[in-house]
């Protein structure tokens, strides 16, 4: 799919960046792991495009503060459906 690594990181980086998505998202849309994502936008973006890798970072940072409300609000469906189901 990709010539190169160097040419994945930055596909993802943008990605995430403009659609502002989790890294779980970025990797179910390009078909890899969520481990290559974060390796790709962390540590071989950080190399070819800092610019890039301070906007990933943001979003990144952003999605770390917030996933003990998104596990909040899975489990709370998830209770939901069962209780539903009963």
């Known amino acids: 799919m990709y010539n190169d690594y160097n040419e994945r990181a930055i596909e993802l980086g943008k990605y995430i960046a403009e659609n502002k998505v989790t890294v779980r998202c970025a990797a179910k849309q390009f078909g890899v792991s ?3 994502v974060h390796s790709d936008v962390t540590r071989r973006l950080r190399k070819i ?7 990933v970072r943001k979003v990144l940072d952003v999605n770390k503060e917030e ?3 998104r596990g909040g609000i899975a489990t709370r469906e998830k209770y939901k459906r069962e209780t539903v189901l009963k």
């Open 67 to 69: 996933r003990h409300i």
């Open 34 to 36: 969520k481990s290559t």
């Open 49 to 55: 495009d800092p610019a890039l890798f301070s906007e």
